[in-house]
Structures are given as C-alpha cells and as structure tokens.
C-alpha cells in the first residue's frame, strides 16, 4: 500500500475521530482543528470550532528554527514537520490537571524560548513544527507571547482570562506508530491519542523501532507499593519512576499484538532481560488479568522469574486475587502485581530490599532498576 493511500486512511479515521466528537457540545466548542496539506499550508478544517482567525505571517526571526529550516531542506515541500502526516491534529482546550501521570507535570521552561507570534493559531502551529517534544502551547493575550510546552492541561493557579492554552491531539496510539511515522524521533515523552484524551508516554526509540514504557524503577527510593486504584490509573513521574496504570495499559493492549520487553538490574550489576511474544492485560472487571506469551529473544535470560504463570490476576495489597488461600501476596512482598502462589518475589514491583527471594539462574540478586516496555507487532 502507498503511503498516499495510508495517509488517505488515516484522515478518513481521523475525520470520522473527530466528528464522532462533535456531538459533545463542550468538547467540540473547545476544539480547533488544523490542517496541513504538503505544501506545507495549513487552514482551520471544515466543521472544526475555531474562535480565531488563522494568520499567514508565521514569526521567522527565531535563529534556530532557520537553521532547521536548512537543516531540513528535503522537507520544506512537505512542510515544516517531522511528516505531514502529523501536522495534523487537533488542539484542545487544556483543562486543569488532575492526574500528573496522565497530563504531565509542567517543565520549569519551554522548550524553547518564547516568541511574538501573530495569533494563537500560529502559535499552534509552531507547536507542529516542533511536535515532537511539543505537545501543548500557551498564548498570552496581552503581548502576543508564545510558548511550547511539553506537558498537558492547563498547570494550576493559572487566570485563563489572560492566557490560553492547548494541548494537541495526536492520532498515534504507542511508541511503535510514533517510531514509523517520525523516522527522526528518539526516546523521550510523547503524547499519544487515548480515546477521547491525550496523554503522555515515554518512549524508548531503538533502531527505529518504538517501545512504550509501562513500568520503569530507578532505583528503591519511590513507593511502589499503592492501592488498587492508584494501579488502576497509573502513579509517579514519567521522567523518573512510574507505573503507567492498568487502564492504560489494558486500552491499549486490547488494540492489537504488542511484544513485551523487560529488563532488570541487579545491585552487583548484573542485567537481566526477556522479550516475550505476547502481551496482554484483560479489563478490570477480570482483574487485569494477564496473558503472556513465551519469551522470544536470542539472549533472553531470566524471563521466566518475572512471571509465575500466565492467566494470573493483579493484585493490591488491598485487593487479594491470587489463587494462595492463606495470604495476600501483594502485601507479603508490597507493590501490584500478576501473583498465583506467593513463591515469586522476584516482580518488579515489590519491595527491592526484599526481593533477595529471586531465582534467576543461580544468583540471588536484589533488583535495582527495572523497566518494562511494550512494542506493537
Ligand atoms: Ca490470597
């Protein structure tokens, strides 16, 4: 198939996406869609709400962006993006954050320096531009200042009256779209469609291939040992320690075939790591319960510790589902997990001080980093 007809496609969905959103009145008075063709011009789509009027004059005095103007010249008809394809997208009207994970913490600077643009559109625009990292703008109304933004929703004690924000809507689901269709891109965070919201993922970016982070640990200092629902909808920084959330995770392993990678670090230094063929959590309803499949790798080492047995359910320390009658294994050990029988203490997210328990091969390490990451397939 051409990348014409795919890009067809994709607005084909991508239309059908957004209409679908226009039955909700508030979301839909709130939303403002850009289109990009590939000659790089962009127009307010047709039945998008837009409540300003798009300016031409895009601001060029930045001397970076020049310079990647040059720097990408084979680009320029495509327009001014990693891939035309992606600078399409929605921007929506940043509402407060509730959820740090989910909306992202809001960085200490943007990541460039403000400028004066002519409208709030061209600011958006510059966010395309620059997409990734830029996933959401602010306009002040007063002086015509921009800003880019990596991060989601509108940051707390902020007047609305003066400045606007948006934050994009992409049409990549996971790591492994954003890999494909930004041949440039490198591990970092990016924001990914989740059904009706956008939310921030970490991407691990290898040889073009694109890895979303479900589960990373630095080291033993962050708490990983949370409630049922905290599981459920994911905790921590995504620039540091975190659990994605079993929500998440299930939504988007229920979209297609996703390898699992994992790996972990002992504290003498060791490395252990298993890419298996499958993965895939069920709904909450059935307990997250986790399906597995066999490891795959050439070097593949210690995969099978990490897992007592496909088909098991995830469990809290406040909500027992494992199939040991005499003890909730969540609380034995702390952390979330798929536990059957308690005798695998060896999970990634349990205490690390007491994960001494762990038999792979014939050391018995303490974990002290781990990440788990899953690949579209
Ligand atoms: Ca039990």
Same mark, same amino acid.
């Given at each position: ?177 954003? =890999? ?10 990016? =924001? ?186």
């Amino acid at each position: 198939m051409s990348t014409n007809y795919i890009s067809i496609i994709f607005f084909f969905l991508y239309y059908c996406f957004f209409f679908s959103f226009s039955l909700y009145p508030s979301f839909s008075s709130a939303t403002c869609v850009l289109r990009c063709d590939v000659q790089g011009i962009c127009y307010v789509a047709e039945g998008a709400v837009c409540e300003f009027i798009e300016d031409s004059n895009e601001d060029t005095s930045n001397e970076n962006e020049h310079e990647r103007h040059k720097r990408d010249a084979h680009q320029e008809n495509a327009g001014k993006g990693n891939n035309p394809n992606l600078r399409s997208a929605i921007f929506v009207l940043s509402e407060r954050c509730q959820n740090t994970l989910r909306c992202g913490r809001k960085d200490s600077n943007p990541i460039k320096p403000p400028t004066k643009v002519n409208s709030v559109i061209t600011c958006c625009l510059n966010c395309l531009h620059f997409y990734p990292p830029c996933t959401s703008i602010s306009f002040k109304k007063s002086n015509a200042e921009c800003k880019l933004w990596n991060f989601l929703g509108l940051p707390f004690n902020h007047n609305t009256d003066e400045m606007i924000y948006y934050s994009i809507k992409p049409y990549v689901t996971d790591c492994s779209q954003i =890999a494909k269709t930004l041949p440039r891109s490198k591990s970092g965070r990016y =924001a990914v469609a989740y059904g009706r919201e956008t939310v921030l993922v970490v991407c691990e970016i290898k040889d073009k291939e694109g890895w979303t982070v479900l589960q990373k640990r630095q080291n033993s200092s962050f708490n990983f040992n949370r409630t049922w629902e905290e599981y459920r909808r994911g905790f921590g920084d995504l620039r540091s320690d975190f659990w994605l959330g079993n929500e998440f995770i299930y939504k988007l392993t229920s979209g297609g075939k996703f390898h699992l990678r994992i790996e972990a670090h002992t504290r003498t230094g060791n490395v252990f790591s298993a890419t298996y063929a499958s993965f895939k959590i069920r709904q909450e309803s059935e307990n997250y319960k986790l399906s597995v499949g066999d490891t795959i790798g050439q070097n593949d080492d210690g995969g099978h510790a990490f897992f007592e047995a496909s088909s098991t359910s995830f469990s809290t320390y406040d909500r027992d589902n494992d199939q040991n009658k005499d003890k909730n294994c969540a609380s034995e050990g702390g952390g979330g997990w798929w536990f059957r029988l308690c005798w695998n203490s060896c999970y990634f997210n349990g205490l690390y001080t007491l994960s001494s328990k762990c038999d792979i091969n014939i050391e018995q390490p303490q974990l002290s980093r781990t990440i788990m990451m899953i690949k579209r397939v």
